[in-house]
């Protein structure tokens, strides 16, 4: 047995007596933060002051933005256009694995096109591709998987791309997830691999721009937090804004989801916010990302929020932003009572690799190796014992 019940079950004994505690300590901190995201909620400019002053302490800050509207805007749905063509991408990998008895990695990128409002069966696309050899070295070393899942994200923003060109307007692409790459303290900016690959990615991006379509990320139960950080900031006193994005955190563990589901009604959108971070900085002009929070719940007593991630030239364009918003509505509910895109789904769907299939690979590449009489290794004994 790996896990000693016994000991676990005390700790969740103890758990369970601190709830209520806990519960209540939340109700009075998003009661607080709902009071403050009303004093200043029209307030845009000070804010905007206010973040610039911990901007000057804290070059690292990451909060929400304000961007002309009221940080209380309640957008309700627009009408869903009567056609439109969407395209969803999603990525799968199989990772480096020092176990197994050959060396690679693998990257399956799936994408699915929906022609709304015709009665055409989607249409997908399959777009595997393996690393071996010397590919398995980028920058001086060894591949990592946060490498493999940048390669990932990648061609799930190329293949959009390159799916769009041509297509009838209005297009809007989507995948899974933040737009925001994450840039980590191993994987920097000066390594050429990272930058290389990071260019690309904003040139797909831009390439999307170009062709006149749509594009967003979509963040399924979020757990972010940049309003509410946003709003810790409006809390200080200006003597004391060197605090800001550090140990002065008032409402740590509340999350924005927590506020907009009691301001949003099945249907609306939040004011749309800026991103300020120090890796958002690198997304300049019209790719400046931007988010908002959806409720895409049908039942007004379970709200269900949202968080989409979208760049500026979406911001900018009032239609392109109404008819996003009614297709992620309408998407969300084809999947009944627990609301998602159908489009995600399926892209999923398409791109997901199994376990089997990773092996699959594995086993094929063995038996070409040694059909041209290559030696190479086994599997890790370690791994062996495992699998017994």
């Given at each position: 047995?790996?896990?000693?019940?016994?000991?676990?079950?005390q700790?969740?004994?103890?758990?369970?007596?601190?709830?209520?505690?806990?519960?209540?300590?939340?109700?009075?901190?998003?009661?607080?933060a709902?009071?403050?995201?009303?004093?200043?909620?029209?307030?845009?400019?000070?804010?905007?002051?206010?973040v610039?002053?911990?901007?000057?302490?804290?070059?690292?800050l990451?909060?929400?933005?304000?961007?002309?509207?009221?940080?209380?805007?309640?957008?309700?749905?627009?009408?869903?256009?009567?056609?439109?063509?969407?395209?969803?991408?999603?990525?799968?990998?199989?990772?480096?694995?020092?176990?197994?008895?050959?060396?690679?990695?693998?990257?399956?990128v799936?994408?699915i096109?929906?022609?709304?409002?015709?009665?055409?069966?989607?249409?997908?696309?399959?777009?595997?591709?393996?690393?071996?050899?010397?590919?398995?070295?980028?920058?001086?070393?060894?591949i990592?998987?946060?490498m493999?899942?940048?390669?990932?994200?990648?061609?799930?923003?190329?293949?959009?791309?390159?799916?769009?060109?041509?297509?009838?307007?209005?297009?809007?692409?989507?995948?899974?997830?933040?737009?925001e790459?994450?840039?980590?303290?191993?994987?920097?900016?000066?390594?050429?691999e990272?930058?290389?690959?990071?260019?690309?990615?904003l040139?797909?991006?831009?390439?999307?721009?170009?062709?006149?379509?749509?594009?967003?990320?979509?963040?399924?139960?979020?757990?972010?937090?940049?309003?509410?950080?946003?709003?810790?900031?409006?809390?200080?006193?200006q003597?004391?804004i060197e605090?800001?994005?550090?140990k002065?955190?008032?409402?740590?563990?509340?999350?924005?989801?927590?506020?907009?589901?009691?301001?949003?009604?099945?249907?609306?959108?939040?004011?749309v916010?800026?991103?300020?971070?120090?890796?958002?900085?690198?997304?300049?002009?019209?790719?400046?990302?931007?988010?908002?929070?959806?409720?895409?719940?049908r039942?007004?007593?379970?709200?269900?929020?949202?968080?989409?991630?979208?760049?500026?030239?979406?911001v900018?364009?009032?239609?392109?932003?109404?008819?996003?918003?009614?297709?992620?509505?309408?998407q969300?509910?084809?999947l009944?009572?627990?609301?998602?895109?159908?489009?995600?789904?399926?892209?999923?769907?398409?791109?997901?690799?199994?376990?089997?299939?990773?092996?699959?690979?594995?086993?094929?590449i063995?038996l070409e190796?040694?059909?041209?009489?290559?030696e190479?290794?086994?599997?890790?004994?370690?791994?062996?014992?495992?699998?017994i």
């Amino acid at each position: 047995m790996a896990i000693d019940f016994q000991q676990v079950r005390q700790q969740i004994i103890e758990m369970g007596k601190d709830a209520p505690l806990r519960a209540q300590h939340m109700r009075e901190i998003r009661e607080k933060a709902l009071q403050a995201l009303s004093d200043w909620a029209d307030k845009l400019d000070e804010l905007q002051h206010k973040v610039d002053a911990a901007l000057q302490a804290n070059p690292n800050l990451r909060c929400a933005l304000p961007r002309g509207e009221n940080l209380l805007t309640r957008a309700a749905s627009p009408e869903v256009p009567a056609a439109a063509t969407l395209l969803a991408a999603d990525g799968s990998q199989i990772n480096p694995n020092r176990h197994a008895s050959v060396d690679f990695c693998l990257v399956n990128v799936g994408a699915i096109q929906i022609q709304h409002g015709e009665p055409d069966a989607p249409t997908t696309d399959v777009q595997s591709k393996l690393y071996y050899d010397d590919q398995m070295y980028v920058g001086g070393g060894y591949i990592n998987e946060r490498m493999v899942a940048l390669l990932r994200d990648l061609r799930e923003r190329t293949l959009l791309a390159e799916l769009a060109e041509d297509l009838p307007s209005p297009v809007m692409t989507l995948t899974d997830g933040p737009l925001e790459l994450w840039v980590g303290s191993e994987v920097s900016l000066e390594t050429g691999e990272y930058e290389k690959r990071f260019k690309e990615y904003l040139a797909a991006l831009r390439r999307l721009h170009r062709i006149g379509a749509s594009t967003a990320g979509y963040i399924d139960k979020p757990r972010g937090d940049l309003l509410v950080r946003l709003l810790e900031i409006a809390l200080l006193p200006q003597d004391e804004i060197e605090k800001a994005g550090r140990k002065h955190r008032p409402f740590l563990q509340l999350a924005d989801a927590d506020l907009f589901a009691t301001i949003l009604r099945p249907g609306e959108r939040s004011a749309v916010l800026g991103i300020q971070s120090r890796n958002a900085e690198l997304y300049t002009s019209e790719l400046a990302l931007h988010f908002f929070y959806l409720n895409v719940s049908r039942n007004p007593r379970k709200p269900y929020t949202v968080r989409v991630e979208i760049p500026a030239w979406v911001v900018v364009n009032a239609a392109m932003l109404d008819q996003l918003h009614a297709i992620l509505l309408h998407q969300s509910h084809i999947l009944g009572g627990r609301p998602y895109p159908y489009i995600l789904h399926r892209s999923h769907e398409v791109a997901v690799v199994s376990r089997d299939e990773a092996q699959q690979v594995e086993n094929m590449i063995a038996l070409e190796l040694q059909k041209h009489g290559i030696e190479f290794g086994e599997g890790s004994y370690k791994q062996a014992a495992k699998d017994i």
